[in-house]
Structures are given as C-alpha cells and as structure tokens.
C-alpha cells in the first residue's frame, strides 16, 4: 500500500487555468505538507496543515490555496496558472511530534 | 531560522571508491537532521537521520552520517559505491523541539553520480 500518493502524477495545462493536486495518506499522520521543487530541484516548504489547521504559509502567492477536509487528505489548488508554477509538487506527512517525514511520488507540473 | 549549504552541486565518482557528501548547517536553536535521496523521477526517500544521542548515524543502502556541533556539519559517507547509487542527495534540517510548526529546510542538493 502507497503510505503517500498523489494525484495526479503529471499535469500539463494552460497558463490562466485552475487546476488542482490531491494527496492522501494512510499513515494515520497529524500534520501534512506541500513542497515546491523548482527546475533545479531546489525544494521549499509551501504549506503545513496539522489536523486540518493552516500552521506554516510560507509566503506563497494567494493563487495557492490548500484544502484539508480531513487529517489524511491535503489538496492544493492553483488559481489562474502562471508559467513560473511549472515545478514538481510533493506532499508529505508526519505525526505531530514527529521527525520524519514522508514524502508522495511528486507532481509534474507544466504551465504552458 | 535554519538554512543548510550543500558544497558540492556535483560529485561524480567510479564505482566501488568511497564517497562523502558535505552539508553544513545553521541554525540558533538545537536541530534534527536528515539527508533524503531522490532518485530520478522519483519522490524522496530518507536516508538517515540524526536526532540525539551517538553522533555517527547509520543509515540505509551502507550510508552513515556523522553529527558535528562544533564545525555544524553533518556529512554523508559511503565506504564503496554501486552504480545504483546514483541519485540526488538532500541534506535538510529542522528545530530540534518539534512539534506541529515543523518544517524542513533543505539544501540545494548534490547529485552523485557513479560511473563504471
């Protein structure tokens, strides 16, 4: 059983449009997480959510918005895609006082 | 806050020779540390990690780490690598207190490569 996955694995769309990545965990985790990794795999924190509750905003555009209807789900949507979103997406988890976390598979994500 | 430098962007290396990955750290408060590989077109897998205690950390695949407060530093070995080996490497770093305002830093990452 995949302990993060997500979906969908690559998404390729026009600049303006709204799109969405969804992620689930199995773990039984409190606290999940997007990062961002640009073209040359730099990797940095968007989001945290702890048992559905915003904790870290890393000063990401508004465009972003992340969803988290339960503790095993944490989605991101994308409002009026830009070219410089074109990035891979990873969601992760961990409990809560935790020190490990676990990533998913990744999102490609392609703004043409 | 706490940032990591990864030194070397690229380590290219012959199969079986042994290999060190630098990263240095800063941080004003205690920190865990972690080094995670991705291999390509992959997610990210942890390695090893430190968090208290002995600071030689032994990880998967044969790699060990070894924690050094006075010079920051938390450097990955491997006494012999595979081709298999090949991948990037991402050292990253968080507060050591935990809880749920936890976030990793990361380093740009070394990508090493094992050539036959």
């Known amino acids: 059983d995949t302990a993060v996955s997500q979906t969908p694995k690559y998404l390729v769309t026009q600049m303006g449009n709204d799109k969405s990545i969804k992620c689930e965990q199995n773990?039984?985790?409190?606290?999940m997480y997007w990062y961002k990794q640009d073209s040359k795999k730099f990797l940095k924190i968007m989001f945290s959510?702890?048992?559905?509750?915003?904790?870290i905003n890393e000063t990401v555009p508004n465009r972003f918005s992340p969803k988290s209807p339960d503790k095993a789900h944490l989605n991101l949507h994308i409002n009026s895609l830009e070219l410089g979103d074109s990035a891979v997406y990873f969601c992760?988890?961990?409990?809560?006082?935790?020190?490990?976390?676990?990533f998913g598979p990744g999102t490609r994500l392609t703004v043409l | 806050a706490q940032s990591v430098t990864q030194l070397d962007s690229q380590v290219p290396v012959f199969e079986e020779a042994p290999v060190e990955l630098r990263c240095n750290y800063s941080?004003?408060?205690?920190?865990?540390l972690f080094w995670y590989v991705q291999y390509p077109n992959q997610g990210l897998q942890l390695l090893l990690k430190?968090?208290?205690?002995?600071?030689l950390v032994k990880g998967i695949n044969g790699f060990e780490a070894e924690f050094n407060k006075s010079q920051t530093s938390f450097h990955l070995r491997k006494p012999s690598v595979h081709i298999s080996d090949t991948a990037e490497y991402f050292c990253?770093?968080?507060?050591?207190?935990?809880?749920?305002?936890?976030?990793?830093?990361f380093g740009k990452g070394t990508l090493l490569t094992v050539n036959p």
């Open positions: 959510y702890n048992n559905k509750e915003l904790i």
């Open positions: 430190y968090l208290s205690g002995s600071t």
């Open positions: 773990l039984g985790h409190d606290t």
């Open positions: 992760a988890s961990s409990q809560v006082s935790g020190n490990e976390q676990f």
């Open positions: 990253a770093v968080t507060k050591g207190s935990g809880g749920s305002n936890y976030k990793l830093t």
């Open positions: 941080s004003s408060v205690s920190v865990y």
